[in-house]
């Protein structure tokens, strides 16, 4: 690890004698700078993403946001990114997800349902409901019925958010 941030600040002094934009935010991962800053630039011409995080590759729906990472295995549809990270999880975030859902139960659940859930929660009245409507297995099923908070908080943790006032953190 040490030499990890000897490298990073060796990269950032190399940097500074180059064309290349640093920005480094307190309290905002990487992927949430580098996402309002592609947003914003997406406005205005083309963006191309240079990096093979699969998290970014969700801004791809936009088409004026390219990226070097061209699909996520996992999922059709790069705005199910998102979705997938909240319920199988992201070992390299340390996020582990639904208990009972995984790769195989993620292509048959009931997406929008999800989302809907996640986004706006409305009142669950039993496994058996969360297991129709979700579409999940009856061990994931009970886990949402007794956890929806839980579901809520991944779904929180996974998203990308806008940097305000990313600007004022650019360093020439």
């Not at 639904?98 to 009245?125: H, M, Q, R, S, Y």
């Not at 956890?147 to 943790?157: S, V």
Request: glycine share 4%; net charge negative; with cysteine.
């Amino acid at each position: 690890a040490e030499d990890f941030y000897a490298n990073l600040q060796l990269l950032k002094r190399v940097l500074k004698h180059t064309n290349a934009m640093i920005c480094e935010v307190p309290g905002f991962e990487g992927d949430d700078v580098v996402a309002t800053l592609a947003t914003q630039l997406a406005r205005a011409e083309d963006v191309t993403i240079m990096s093979t995080d699969v998290d970014l590759l969700q801004l791809t729906v936009n088409p004026r946001i390219a990226s070097i990472k061209s699909a996520f295995a996992k999922v059709d549809d790069p705005q199910d990114i998102h979705l997938y990270k909240t319920l199988v999880g992201d070992t390299s975030d340390n996020i582990k997800g639904v208990p009972g859902i995984g790769d195989k139960a993620f292509a048959k659940v009931n997406k929008k349902v999800f989302e809907k859930f996640c986004t706006k929660p409305f009142k669950l009245d039993s496994p058996k409901q969360v297991k129709t409507l979700f579409g999940v297995n009856p061990a994931p099923a009970k886990w949402i019925y007794e956890n929806p908070q839980d579901l809520q908080i991944l779904w929180l943790i996974t998203a990308l958010y806008n940097v305000p006032e990313v600007e004022k953190f650019m360093i020439p």
